[in-house]
């Protein structure tokens, strides 16, 4: 199964911002993507999601407004940019692709190709 790669994770402190990169390159097609969220003891929650080969984006409510997906298919990458982050925040994130569409919910059990995921930590 094609897995896509996560990376740009690292610590900030509340407030901060942080870009995330999730290389597709592997696919030979333009798939949906989303990004996605869990921390210890939680489970994996959906943070937003791009559609193939349009602007339109899905986004957790707790993340509308701080945070902004994109994606560069020249360059086969999707970013997640997250501003004004907050401790609730911390938690490994990682990115998955979803095919022919995005679905119609941010659930994780839509989506595959799951990478290794990068951390990010916010603290006070």
């Known amino acids: 199964q094609v897995q896509l790669v996560e990376s740009g994770g690292g610590s900030v402190q509340v407030g901060g911002s942080l870009r995330l990169s999730c290389d597709v390159s592997r696919y030979t097609f333009t798939p949906c993507v989303g990004w996605f969220r869990q921390a210890p003891g939680k489970q994996r929650e959906g943070v937003a999601a791009?559609?193939?080969?349009?602007?339109?984006?899905l986004y957790h409510d707790s993340v509308k407004g701080r945070f902004t997906i994109s994606r560069d298919n020249a360059k086969n990458t999707v970013y997640l940019q997250m501003n004004s982050l907050k401790s609730g925040d911390t938690a490994m994130y990682y990115c998955a692709a979803a095919v022919p569409s995005c679905p119609v919910s941010l659930y994780f059990g839509y989506f595959h190709g799951w990478g290794q995921g990068t951390q990010v930590t916010v603290s006070s």
């Open positions: 791009i559609y193939p080969d349009t602007t339109d984006t």
